[in-house]
């Protein structure tokens, strides 16, 4: 569920010649999600995981804009949709205390990659009358390794408190960041997860336009642990 945040919005980047920001493209919808992790080493796992969100909304143009070669009024009617889609691969070891058996409380180190794409349509469908399109459409992905930590307490032996923290930025370039806080409960071979998750995004900055917006919202899992 997503929940207080920054919603996507389009901005001028540095190669602007004029009015290219655009904000509000829509509040986001419920992003389904899935993961998958594999032990590798006695203290390491490779996680894989995925989300996908989309939003839209209506809205008039504050002022003159021309976005993705397309350029629109101050007042037209705006339909505005976007998809935001998000894979990363990361490795997770123990990284104190570094000994056995492993302490209730412990902390993981995160080595990241991620890639981040955002699609946007924009229509000014009361001027579609002419006979000639008024849509456009455009998109920009970020493809950035990422780092990070996560700490975890085992309340029992069935109840895990886990906060996560990653991401990775250039000055004047794009950055991605990532947080997580779960309470997990497992008895065999199944795994119940809930808590909250945000995820903030740049896109670069050295182009036309550039996107970003920041989501953070509830959310609840399941997972099955398969075993030998």
């Known amino acids: ?91 997770e070891d123990l990284l104190w205390p570094h000994k056995f058996p492993v302490a209730k409380f412990r902390v993981r180190s995160l080595w990241e990659v991620e890639w981040l794409q955002i699609k946007t349509g924009i229509d000014a469908p009361y001027l579609d009358t002419t006979g000639v399109s008024a849509a456009t459409s455009g998109s920009h992905q970020i493809i950035f390794p990422a780092f990070g930590l996560a700490a975890e307490y085992a309340i029992s032996p069935h109840v895990l408190l886990k906060a996560s923290i990653s991401g990775f930025g250039l000055v004047h370039k794009a950055d991605i960041a990532d947080a997580e806080v779960a309470l997990s409960y497992r008895r065999g071979m199944w795994e119940i997860r809930g808590g909250g998750k945000a995820n903030h995004f740049k896109t670069s900055p050295n182009s036309t336009e550039y996107m970003s917006a920041t989501f953070a919202g509830a959310f609840v899992g399941v997972r099955w642990h398969w075993s030998l």
Do not use: W
Not at 28 to 45: C, K, Y
Not at 53 to 75: E, I, M, P, W
């Open 1 to 91: 569920m997503t929940g207080p945040g920054i919603e996507p919005g389009i901005y001028g980047g540095s190669q602007t010649l004029c009015c290219d920001t655009l904000t509000g493209l829509g509040r986001p919808h419920r992003s389904p999600g899935v993961e998958a992790s594999l032990p590798i080493t006695r203290t390491g796992e490779l996680h894989l995981e995925y989300f996908r969100v989309k939003g839209d909304t209506n809205q008039y143009a504050a002022a003159n804009v021309d976005l993705f070669a397309a350029g629109y009024g101050q007042g037209d009617y705006l339909a505005t949709q976007f998809q935001v889609q998000s894979a990363k691969l990361y490795l």
